[in-house]
Nanobody, 118 residues
Framework: QVQLVESGGGLVQPGGSLRLSCVAS????????MGWYRQAPGKSRALVAT??????IQYADDVKGRFTISRGAKSTVHLQMNSLNVDDTAVYYC?????????????WGQGTQVTVSS
């Protein structure tokens, strides 16, 4: 089992920045990839960015050039978000996968709210 805890969400003005962090605990040796999804009001959960143990990174098209995902120790992942706009408002969920063959996370955090508003 893997437990994930996110932090760093909050309220920011358009054009501002936030840094999200996620710390994994439990069977962290089994983690193959980590990343972030987000869910805006009335929308489905959508990919933001993922990073594997080998450093392979994937971004959603609408965050490329603005967001940066990185891994700290094996059990941490960060998301630096710059040039935020109102469309980035969502609950951001950290995910972890113990098998990246299907490119699906099988563990999720509780989510952290990011609100971009003037």
């Amino acid at each position: 089992q893997v437990q994930l805890v996110e932090s760093g969400g909050g309220l920011v003005q358009p054009g501002g920045s936030l840094r999200l962090s996620c710390v994994a605990s439990g069977s962290i040796f089994s983690i193959a990839a980590m990343g972030w999804y987000r869910q805006a009001p009335g929308k489905s959960r959508a990919l933001v960015a993922t990073i594997t143990n080998g450093g392979a990174i994937q971004y959603a098209d609408d965050v490329k050039g603005r967001f940066t995902i990185s891994r700290g120790a094996k059990s941490t992942v960060h998301l630096q978000m710059n040039s935020l706009n109102v469309d980035d408002t969502a609950v951001y969920y950290c995910g972890a996968a113990t098998n990246w063959g299907q490119k699906e996370f099988n563990y999720w955090g509780q989510g952290t709210q990011v609100t971009v508003s003037s």
